[in-house]
C-alpha cells in the first residue's frame, strides 16, 4: 500500500515516551517509524545490541517497547533474535502459537559494522526470516563518542580527536550497506527519516514483510556527537541525502534501484558544515579535507548510479 | 497498561527487596516507560498554536519522545508534555509557524 | 527395562538430545564436541526430530541464539568444549542472570593456549562461577543419564537457571562403551513439556528481557539469582531420585564409593573417577582401607555434604584436573578445604594433585600412587606438600 | 573382580583400525560382553600411524585409560613393525596378530625380542579374493576372534552375519564375501 502520511498517522504507536534517550536523537524517530510500518495484528520480537538506544529503552524496570523485547549483549543482536526465530518456526510447526510474529534486529554502527558484523553476517547468511536495522550515528555514542569504522573520514571523536599533528579520523568510512548487499539477501536497503518519512515506511514495510533476511541501514543524527543543535535534525538528515553522503537506495536480489537522484547535488561542505564535529575543516589549510571527502563522497555515488544502470 | 500493571511497576521501581524483584529483570509489562515522566529534562516548551496548525502532520512522527499524539480522527492534539523533553526538532519541521518554542517556566 | 546398547559418549548425549526433541539446538564445531551436532543434524535431516537446528558461525551466537530461543519460549541446546566455551564466556552469565534453563553439553577440553584438542577441567571449570548448575559424568551412561534429568532441574520454577553436562573430551566422548538407553515415550513423559510463565512469543503479554540494571536493582537481581543456585540442590536431588525409580540408576550430589570403613579417600570428578574405582579395588583385595568420592554436581557446591562425608577421613586427595595458577591448589581442593573449615573438620590432611593436564593419560598407577601417599600421611599424620603435581615429567 | 582381555591395534590413519578397534567391540557387545573401544585421542591423519584400543569383559568396565600392557597386540599393516614399537608392554602370555604375507618366524625378528606367540594373518589376499578389493578390517576381526578366544567363535559368527545382512541389506552378495572373509580368515591365520 503506498505510504500516506495521514493514514499512517492513524497506526498504532509502538515505542512510547519515557525512554532516556537524548533530546533531539535521531535514533528513536527512526525506530518510531520502523514500528508504525508494522501491520497492527502483527506481534513483534525485537533485540537490540547495548547501546544508546537499548540502555535508554529498557532500563529496569521499564520498557519503551509495546513488543517483545530482549537484549543480550554488544555484538549479538543479530544471533539473539535469530534464535527466537527458530524457535518460533518450531513452536509454530508444534501449533502452540497463533498470529504473526516479525522479527527485528536493532544495532547502532559500533554493535554492527564493527564487533557484531560477525554475528550479523551469520544470521543473514543463515537466511533468518528477520530484519536487522543498523540506526548509523557514526560512532560509539553510548560510551562516550568514539570512532567506529562508520565514523565518516576527519571526524572529530574522543578517539580520534582532531590533533595538532592528525586531523580527527584518518580512514574513510566502511560501505556497510554494500558489504550486506553482497550477502545476497532478499532486502536490503539504505534510508534516512526524510521528510514525511515516506522512504523510511516504506522501505521498512519492504523489509518487515519481505520473507527471509533484510538489511536495513538508517541514519540516525547524534547532535551530541556531531555537534549540532537539537532541532536541526530532519535538516541534517536533508543535507546527508541532498549531498548524496548518504544516498537512498535498495537492492531487491541483487537489483540496485537508487531511490532519489538530487536534481541540484549540493556540495558536501554543506553538511560538513552545519557540525562541529567537522569545524577544524574549514580552518585555512584544510580545504584539502574537504575535497578528499567530496572525492570519495562522488566516487560512491558514481559507483552506486552506475550499479542502478543509471551513469 | 491495566493497574495492576502499573501497581508492580511501581513496586519493582521501588524499593522492592530480593524476594520480590521480577526474575532476572524481566519486565511483563510492555510500553511501561510511559509511567516515567521524562518532561522535567525541559529547558525550552514546545507550543501547539492551535489557530495557525493546518493538521499537516509532519510533527508527529519527528518527535524521538512519541509526544505528539495523533487522535482517532487522524488530527493532532496537545502535546504531552509528561515526556516531551523541548528538542524542538518539531518546531523546525513546521512549515506554518504553528508551534512556538519558548523558554520552560515562562 | 532398558535398551541395551553401545555407543560414544557423544552419541549418548546426541541420543538424549534426540528423546528430549527441543525446539532449538545451535551450534558450532569445536573437537570434541563437534560429533554432537553432527549427530544431532542427521537427526534433523532424517526428520526424527523437530528441532531447529541453528548452524551458526561461532560459539559466541551459538550461546546468543540460545537465548533468544530460550527467552523466546523453546527449549534450546548446545554443544561446545574448551574454546568454544571460552567464546560463549560473556553470554554465559547473561543466560544464567536472565533465568533461561538452556542445557549445554560441555565435552571437556584443554583451555588454550597452548592449543591442545584433549582432555582436561579447565574449561568448565574456569565458567565455574557463570552461574551455571554443573553436573560431571564419569562415562557414557552417566552423560547421558545427566542430559535427560538436565531440563528438569533447570526448568524447575524454584531454579529457572542453565545447566552444563560435563563429561570427559575423547576419553568418554569418543570410547563406545555399552549403555543402558530410556525407551523414547519414557523419556518424553520424564522431561515433559516446557511452559515458561513469561515468554518473548506469548502475544497476549509482551515481555522485555535483558534490561540496563542500574545499582538501585542489580544487587536484588543477583541475590535473587544466588538463591536459585541454593534451590537447585534439592530440586537435583527430586529429579535424580524420580530417575532411579524410573531406571534403578542411583545419582547424587556425589557417589561414595567404599568409603565406609576407609582411613584415607580421594575426591574426583569425571572418567578418572573411573580409573580411582578399580585402584581401589584392586587396593582393597590387598586389605588397604581405601575409598573414593565422586563429585557429581558441582554448582551447586555440595558444601555441608561434602564436609559431613570428608570429616572422619586421615587423609584426603582432591584431584583437580586444572590447575589455579594461584600459588594454593586447583578450584576443586579450595572448595573442599573451605567446605572442612566451614564445617569445623579439622581433623582429615588434605592433599591437592594437580593431574592429567592436556591430556596426560591417567593411569592407574598414577592414582595408586596417590592413595599410597595418602595412606603414609595418614600414619605419620604429617603433610610435606599439599599442592602436588601427578604425572608429570619432574 | 572379572578377568578384562586388552588389545591394542595400530594402523595407519584412514586404513581403518579405529574401525576394526569398533568393530571387535561389536561383536563382543552382541555377544553379551561390556566393551570398550577407543582411539588413542588426536586428530586422524591419513598415513600417520595410529593406535587404537579395546577392553572386553563380562563384568561392568570403570577404568578409563588408555592400554599399557595388553594381552593382544594387533597390527593392521606390517610396514610399521620398523617404525612402531608395536610389542611395548605386550604380555608374553598373550600374542600379536600381524597382517602380512609373511609367516610369524619371518617377523618375529622384527619383534625386539617378543617371546610370546607371533600370529599373522594375509588379510590383503583374502579381500581382495572374497570382497574384490582391499579391507582388512574383516578378515583382521576374525583373526583376533580366533586367536585370542575372546568370544565364542560360532556365536562370532553367527553375529557378524547378522550384522552384516543388516549393514549391506541392499547388497545382499556383499554378505556372503564378508562371511566367507571371516571363515577364511579363521583357518589360515598361521602360528597358533
Redesign the interface.
Known amino acids: 500500500m503506498a505510504y500516506n502520511l495521514k493514514e499512517a498517522a492513524k497506526k498504532p504507536e509502538r515505542f512510547t515516551g519515557g525512554h532516556r534517550m537524548c533530546a533531539g536523537c535521531g535514533a528513536p524517530v527512526v525506530v518510531r517509524q520502523i514500528l508504525r510500518a508494522l501491520k497492527p495484528e502483527d506481534h513483534a520480537v525485537i533485540g537490540s545490541a547495548t547501546g544508546c538506544l537499548e540502555v535508554s529503552s529498557f532500563l529496569f524496570p521499564y520498557t519503551s517497547w509495546k513488543d517483545s523485547f530482549i537484549h543480550n549483549a554488544f555484538e549479538n543482536s543479530a544471533a539473539t533474535v535469530s534464535g527466537a526465530e527458530a524457535a518460533y518456526v518450531a513452536m509454530k510447526k508444534k501449533g502452540t502459537l497463533k498470529g504473526e510474529t516479525k522479527f527485528i534486529a536493532f544495532g547502532g554502527d559500533g554493535g554492527t559494522y564493527d564487533i557484531g558484523l560477525q554475528s550479523l553476517s551469520g544470521a543473514m547468511e543463515r537466511g533468518h526470516d528477520m530484519v536487522y536495522v543498523c540506526y548509523d550515528n557514526g560512532a560509539y555514542m553510548n560510551t562516550g563518542i568514539q570512532r567506529s569504522s562508520a565514523t565518516p573520514q576527519f571526524a572529530d571523536t574522543t578517539t580520534s580527536p582532531a590533533g595538532k599533528k592528525i586531523p580527527g579520523k584518518m580512514q574513510v568510512r566502511k560501505d556497510l550497506t554494500e558489504v550486506m548487499a553482497n550477502h545476497h539477501l532478499p532486502y536490503v536497503c539504505q534510508t534516512a527519516a526524510i521528510g514525511n518519512m515516506k522512504d523510511l515506511y516504506e522501505k521498512s514495510e519492504k523489509a518487515l514483510y519481505t520473507k527471509g533476511p533484510a538489511f536495513m541501514n538508517v541514519l540516525a543524527p547524534c547532535p551530541r556527537g556531531w555537534r549540532y543543535n537539537t532541532p536541526d535534525l530532519m535538516d541534517i538528515n536533508k543535507l546527508a541525502v541532498e549531498t548524496c553522503f548518504w544516498p537512498l537506495y535498495e537492492v531487491i536480489d541483487g537489483e540496485y534501484t537508487v531511490n532519489y537522484i538530487p536534481k541540484n547535488k549540493l556540495p558536501v561542505k554543506d553538511f560538513l558544515k552545519a557540525q562541529g564535529r567537522f569545524k577544524h575543516l574549514f580552518k585555512a589549510g584544510n580545504e584539502y579535507m574537504i575535497e578528499q571527502i567530496q572525492a570519495e563522497v562522488d566516487k560512491r555515488w558514481e559507483a552506486l548510479l552506475k550499479l542502478a544502470g543509471k551513469a | 497498561m491495566s493497574n495492576n500493571a502499573a501497581e508492580k511497576?511501581k513496586i519493582?521501581?521501588g524499593s522492592?527487596?530480593?524476594?520480590e524483584?521480577?526474575?532476572?529483570?524481566?519486565?511483563?509489562?510492555?510500553?511501561?516507560?510511559?509511567?516515567?515522566?521524562?518532561g522535567d529534562?525541559?529547558s525550552m516548551k514546545p507550543i501547539w498554536l492551535q489557530e495557525k496548525c493546518k493538521q499537516c502532520?509532519?510533527c508527529?512522527?519527528?518527535?524521538?519522545?512519541?509526544?505528539i499524539l495523533?487522535d482517532?480522527n487522524?488530527k493532532?492534539i496537545e502535546f504531552?508534555y509528561?515526556?516531551?523533553?523541548?528538542?524542538?526538532?518539531c518546531?523546525?519541521?513546521c512549515p506554518f509557524k504553528a508551534i512556538d518554542?519558548v523558554e520552560e517556566g515562562k | 527395562m532398558g535398551i541395551r546398547e553401545r555407543m560414544s559418549g557423544n552419541e549418548a548425549v546426541a541420543i538424549a538430545m534426540k528423546q528430549i526433541n527441543p525446539d532449538v539446538v545451535a551450534a558450532f564445531p569445536i573437537t570434541p564436541s563437534t560429533e554432537v551436532p553432527q549427530y544431532f543434524s542427521t537427526f534433523v535431516a532424517d526428520g526424527a526430530v523437530d528441532t531447529e537446528f541453528v548452524a551458526v558461525e561461532s560459539e559466541h551466537s551459538a550461546m546468543s541464539a540460545c537465548i533468544g530461543a530460550q527467552a523466546a519460549g523453546g527449549r534450546a541446546m548446545t554443544a561446545t568444549s574448551a574454546n568454544g566455551l571460552a567464546l560463549m564466556w560473556e553470554c554465559l552469565y547473561i543466560a544464567s542472570c536472565s533465568r533461561l534453563p538452556i542445557v549445554l553439553a560441555c565435552v571437556n577440553r584443554t583451555l588454550s593456549g597452548p592449543l591442545n584438542i584433549q582432555n582436561d577441567h579447565s574449561d568448565s571449570m574456569g565458567a565455574r562461577d557463570s552461574g551455571w548448575i554443573q553436573l560431571y559424568g564419569e562415562n557414557n551412561q552417566e552423560a547421558y543419564d545427566n542430559t535427560l534429568m538436565a531440563n528438569r532441574i533447570g526448568e524447575h520454577p524454584d531454579v529457572m537457571l542453565p545447566v552444563m553436562v560435563c563429561q570427559d573430551g575423547f576419553i568418554t566422548s569418543h570410547a563406545v562403551e555399552n549403555i543402558e538407553l530410556l525407551e523414547d515415550d519414557k523419556v518424553k513423559a520424564f522431561v515433559g513439556e516446557y511452559n515458561p510463565e513469561n515468554y518473548l512469543l506469548n502475544r497476549e503479554n509482551p515481555i522485555a528481557v535483558g534490561p540496563l540494571d542500574h545499582f538501585t536493582h542489580c544487587f536484588e537481581h543477583k541475590r535473587q539469582q544466588a538463591q536459585a543456585m541454593m534451590n537447585s540442590k534439592k530440586v537435583i536431588l527430586e529429579v535424580s531420585e524420580e530417575f532411579y525409580k524410573l531406571t534403578g540408576r542411583k545419582y547424587e550430589l556425589f557417589e561414595q564409593y567404599k568409603t565406609e570403613d576407609a582411613d584415607v579417600c580421594m575426591v574426583i570428578l569425571s572418567s578418572s573417577a573411573g580409573t580411582g574405582k578399580y585402584v581401589v579395588d584392586q587396593m582393597r583385595a590387598e586389605g588397604k582401607k581405601v575409598g573414593l568420592i565422586k563429585l557429581r554436581v558441582f554448582r551447586p557446591f555440595p558444601v555441608d555434604e561434602i564436609a559431613a562425608a570428608l570429616s572422619g577421613f586421615k587423609a584426603i586427595a582432591v584431584m583437580d584436573k586444572c590447575d589455579g595458577f594461584n600459588d594454593a591448589g586447583g578450584p576443586l581442593f579450595t572448595e573442599v578445604t573451605s567446605a572442612l573449615y566451614k564445617a569445623g573438620a579439622f581433623g582429615p590432611k588434605v592433599l591437592n594433585y594437580i593431574y592429567g593436564i592436556g591430556g596426560r593419560d591417567v593411569k592407574a598407577g598414577d592414582l595408586e600412587s596417590v592413595f599410597s601417599a595418602l595412606l603414609d600421611t595418614a600414619n605419620t599424620g604429617k603433610v610435606t606438600s599439599a599442592y602436588n603435581y601427578l604425572g608429570v615429567r619432574e | 573382580m572379572g578377568k578384562i582381555v586388552e588389545i591394542r591395534w595400530h594402523g595407519r590413519g584412514g586404513q581403518g583400525a579405529k574401525t576394526a578397534s569398533l568393530l571387535l567391540a561389536d561383536a563382543a557387545f552382541n555377544t553379551g560382553k561390556y566393551i570398550q573401544g577407543f582411539p588413542e585421542y588426536g586428530p586422524e591423519r591419513m598415513g600417520a600411524p595410529i593406535t587404537a584400543y579395546n577392553r572386553i569383559s563380562d563384568e561392568r568396565l570403570s577404568i578409563h585409560s588408555n592400554i599399557y600392557d595388553p594381552e593382544y597386540v594387533v597390527v593392521v599393516d606390517d610396514t610399521l613393525l620398523e617404525a612402531v614399537d608395536v610389542t611395548a608392554g605386550l604380555k608374553e602370555e598373550g600374542a600379536i596378530i600381524i597382517n602380512t604375507v609373511k609367516a610369524p618366524e619371518e617377523v618375529r625378528p622384527l619383534l625386539k625380542g617378543y617371546k610370546g606367540k607371533v600370529c599373522t594373518i594375509d588379510a590383503r589376499t583374502i579381500s581382495i579374493e572374497t570382497l574384490g578389493k582391499y579391507f582388512p578390517n574383516t578378515p583382521m576381526l576374525a583373526a583376533v576372534v580366533k586367536v585370542s578366544g575372546v568370544m565364542e567363535e560360532n556365536e562370532f559368527l553367527k553375529d557378524m552375519v547378522e550384522s552384516f545382512k543388516h549393514k549391506f541389506a541392499k547388497k545382499p552378495e556383499v554378505v556372503d564375501g564378508n562371511v566367507k572373509a571371516l571363515e577364511r580368515a579363521m583357518q589360515e591365520v598361521k602360528g597358533l
Open positions: 511497576t519493582q521501581a522492592c527487596t530480593w524476594k524483584i521480577s526474575e532476572g529483570g524481566m519486565i511483563p509489562y510492555a510500553g511501561n516507560a510511559e509511567l516515567f515522566k521524562t529534562w525541559r502532520l509532519l508527529y512522527p519527528v518527535c524521538p519522545d512519541t509526544s495523533v482517532e487522524g493532532r504531552d509528561d515526556h516531551c523533553k523541548g528538542c524542538g526538532v518546531v523546525k519541521v518554542f
